[in-house]
């Protein structure tokens, strides 16, 4: 089967560091997303990792270990409009483009 | 200015009336999709689409339709919404298969079936 693992919930402090990690289980394996997510709103674009490996992207960085099946977004330097839910999206291989969704991590950032 | 446009943003209807959300795309891609997205489980898929008169079903299909008669255009018909239909709603697009082709996501449809 398929299936995504994050944790529910995560607070943090104004200017420090979180990490949010992710497990997932997926028919095969080709590239994984991470999405921000504001209350109501749509999924806006975070990262994208193919390859094992960090990837960075001005305060936020994604890390990707396709032989343990496990992701994490690291978002530096936070700021009260992180405060949102972050969805980790694996695509399964095959022919069409669909991706598979967590429940996401909801995070709430404190002064 | 590129985007995916879902109508309308709020619904309120009665159970069995049909209804119909439109979502239109304007970046010419191929592949388009709708979720539902429920708390504490996640965006789930409804129906998709390759390409134009190609659908197909996602992992919660059962009560809704779809049609792709235009690239554009992939509208989700509720024959007869039932209160378990009530959620928000995401149409999402994406230029293609593979690569770094994440889907852009419309501002999302609040329906509430009483």
């Known amino acids: 089967g398929q299936n995504i693992d994050q944790p529910t919930e995560m607070t943090a402090t104004e200017g420090a560091i979180v990490q949010i990690n992710c497990t997932y289980q997926?028919?095969?394996?080709?590239?994984l997303f991470w999405y921000q997510q504001h209350a109501g709103e749509a999924p806006t674009f975070l990262s994208y990792?193919?390859?094992?490996g960090l990837e960075e992207k001005g305060r936020f960085s994604s890390f990707l270990s396709r032989s343990k099946g496990y992701s994490y977004l690291l978002l530096k330097e936070l700021q009260m409009k992180d405060s949102a839910s972050y969805l980790c999206?694996?695509?399964?291989?095959?022919?069409?483009?669909?991706?598979?969704f967590g429940a996401g991590t909801r995070l709430a950032v404190h002064p | 200015e590129a985007q995916v446009t879902q109508n309308p943003r709020y619904l309120i209807t009665v159970t069995g009336k049909k209804l119909t959300v439109t979502c239109s795309q304007n970046?010419?891609?191929?592949?388009m999709s709708w979720y539902r997205q429920d708390p504490g489980l996640g965006l789930r898929q409804i129906y998709y689409?390759?390409?134009?008169?190609?659908?197909d079903k996602g992992d919660v299909p059962e009560g809704y339709k779809v049609s792709r008669k235009e690239k554009r255009n992939f509208p989700l018909i509720l024959e007869s919404p039932s209160p378990n239909q009530t959620s928000l709603y995401f149409c999402?697009?994406?230029?293609?298969?593979?690569?770094?082709?994440?889907?852009?996501f419309g501002s999302g449809t609040r329906l509430t079936v009483v």
């Open positions: 999402a697009s994406s230029l293609k298969t593979g690569g770094l082709y994440g889907y852009t």
């Open positions: 997926t028919s095969g394996f080709n590239g």
């Open positions: 990792n193919v390859l094992d």
């Open positions: 999206a694996p695509r399964p291989a095959g022919g069409y483009n669909k991706l598979i």
């Open positions: 970046m010419n891609h191929e592949y």
């Open positions: 689409s390759m390409n134009v008169e190609v659908t």
